[in-house]
C-alpha cells in the first residue's frame, strides 16, 4: 500500500542528508566524523529494520481497525472518523501524545531505554543525531498508537502522521537554532531540544516532547535552558567505543550484569523495569534520585 506521503518521503531523505553535509560544512566543530559514520550506519540498520516492522505496524492498525468497526458503529455511532481537516490535525495532535509518552517511558523504564538509547549515546549534538535510531525500538514503539485506529483514525493517516512528526524531530537536532521565543511555548525547538539531550543532571529525563512541547508542562517533564548550566551532550554511562552495534547493545549487556549480581529476583526483574539507575545495593541512582541529592544540596541549611 502506498501512502499518500510516499512522494514526499521519497525526496525527503536525500534533502535531509544535504543539510547535515551543510550544517558539517559550517560547523565542523559540532561532528566527530567517526561518531557520524556511525550514526550513519546506525541509520541505515534501523532504516533495514523499520522496513519490516513499521509494514507489520501497519497491517496491525488495518486488523484493528477492521476488526472494531461494528463496535465503533454500534456505541460511538460511526465506522470512521473519516478524512476531514480537523480530523488530520487531531490525530497529529494525539500523534504527538502518543509520542510523548512513548519517550518518557522510554527514558523510565530501563528496558525500553536499551532500545532508545542509540539516539543519546553520542558525545556530540548535530542533525547527524537525529538520524541515529536504536535498532531494536521500532518493535515496541506501535503499541503506543494502537488505539487510534480502535476509535476509528484511518491507519493510513496514523502511519502519515508518525511520519510527519518523525520528520519534523529532525530539525530539533541543531545547535545553530536561537531560542524562537514565544513559539517555544507550545512548540519544540532545536534550542530546549538540547536539554533533552544533555546529561546534566539538572536536565536528566526532560523535554520529552516531539512536535509540541505542552505536553512537557501539562505533565511536570519541562525543563528550560538555564544559562548558568553548560550542556553536556551524551549519557552518564555510555558505550566504550563508537561501533554501531556496542551502541546498540551496550545497556542491555549492562542489563544483563546488573541482573547476575543481584541474588534476588524481585531486584532481577526491576533491573529490567525500573528506572535506569536503579540498583539494589544504592551503588547506582536514578535521575531522580541524582536531581533530589542535587537540589538538596543548593538549599542552604
Known amino acids: 500500500m502506498d501512502l499518500p506521503i510516499t512522494p514526499f518521503i521519497k525526496y525527503l531523505y536525500p534533502f535531509l542528508i544535504a543539510l547535515i553535509v551543510i550544517e558539517y560544512l559550517r560547523a565542523r566543530d559540532l561532528y566527530s566524523l567517526k561518531e557520524t559514520a556511525s550514526s550513519f550506519v546506525i541509520a ?29 458503529l454500534q ?7 473519516g478524512w476531514s481537516w480537523y480530523i488530520w490535525v487531531i490525530a497529529l495532535i494525539l500523534d504527538d501524545f502518543n509520542f510523548y509518552w512513548h519517550h518518557r517511558l522510554s ?8 532500545a532508545h538509547i542509540p539516539h543519546h549515546n553520542a ?20 503499541i503506543f498508537w494502537l488505539w487510534m485506529p480502535l476509535v476509528g483514525f484511518e491507519p493510513v493517516m496514523v502511519g502519515t502522521a508518525l511520519i510527519i512528526n518523525a520528520a519534523y524531530q529532525f530539525f530539533l537536532h541543531s545547535q545553530l537554532v536561537p531560542s524562537l521565543g514565544w513559539y517555544e511555548k507550545v512548540f519544540n525547538t532545536p534550542y530546549i531540544h538540547q536539554v533533552h539531550h544533555s546529561s546534566n543532571v539538572e536536565y536528566l529525563d526532560r523535554n520529552h516532547g ?6 512537557d508542562k501539562i505533565f511536570g517533564t519541562y525543563q528550560p535552558v538555564m ?7 551524551g549519557v552518564v554511562h555510555g558505550p566504550k567505543t563508537k561501533s554501531p552495534i556496542e551502541a546498540n547493545t551496550h545497556e542491555f549487556k549492562s542489563i544483563w550484569e546488573d541482573m547476575k549480581k ?8 526491576r533491573y529490567i523495569f525500573d528506572a535506569p539507575g536503579w540498583s539494589h545495593d544504592n551503588s547506582s541512582k536514578t535521575a531522580k534520585q541524582l536531581q533530589q541529592e542535587l537540589y538538596t544540596a543548593k538549599v542552604p541549611a
Open 107 to 114: 527514558h523510565n523504564i530501563r528496558l525500553l531505554w536499551a
Open 75 to 81: 456505541f460511538l455511532g460511526y465506522e470512521t472518523l
Open 210 to 215: 516531539g512536535m509540541l512541547i505542552i505536553w
Open 227 to 233: 544559562k548558568d548550566v553548560k550542556f553536556k551532550f
Open 123 to 142: 558525545d556530540n549534538f548535530n542533525l547527524g543525531i537525529s538520524i541515529r535510531n536504536g535498532w531494536f525500538i521500532t518493535f515496541y514503539k506501535p
Open 44 to 72: 541505515m540498520g534501523a532504516t533495514l529494520i523499520a522496513s519490516f516492522t513499521k509494514v507489520w505496524a501497519l497491517g496491525i492498525f488495518i486488523v484493528i481497525f477492521e476488526s472494531f468497526k461494528e463496535f465503533r
Open 262 to 269: 543481584s541474588p534476588r529476583l524481585i531486584d532481577k526483574l
